[in-house]
């Protein structure tokens, strides 16, 4: 199983559909030909990606996890611009992006302690930095061709995060379908 540990758009679903329908719009200077639009369904903010995990470990991974969710309260996710990611000479997708500049927030201190629970459990994570995002469209084809447009301002959005979800991410034809498995609460 390919697995991945998020959350969802936390009751900002229909300013995210809102703003991705302006970003979509005739005019509105972005490749449109060259973005496939993320699912309504599949938008969520990664905390760890695990990649291919045997069925069998998914006790192991619940006991990771359980208790570093429970001793956080909920969160709030400030998405605050729009973001070539994971840079513009690189771009692979269009995101919404936080300004987090402190990795002591709340939210790098949540990834954090994820993190090191699943490596004290054998649980293979990403190395680099952590940076929270919400992936509004990928770029298809050839992106080494790419041109950045420039991106416009955006009104920020606020996640609600009350609980994690652990996901599945299941390959298809079209775009990946995302499966909760499990959901992990925040203190309340």
Known sequence: MRLFLGFGAGG???NIYELCQRLSA???LLPQPTLRWVPAENWHVTLAFLGEVATSRLANLTAALEPVAASFPPLQLRLDHLQWFPAPTRARML???ASTADASDPLHELQ???VQALRVEGFHTERRA???HLTLARLRGAHK???PAPLPEIAPLSLELA???LFESISTRGAPVYEPLQHFGLAA
């Open 12 to 14: 900002a679903e229909r």
């Open 26 to 28: 005739p005019g509105a």
């Open 95 to 97: 995101v919404l992006a």
């Open 112 to 114: 954090r302690q994820l």
């Open 130 to 132: 952590y940076r929270p």
């Open 145 to 147: 061709q790419f041109t």
């Open 163 to 165: 609980g994690l979800t």
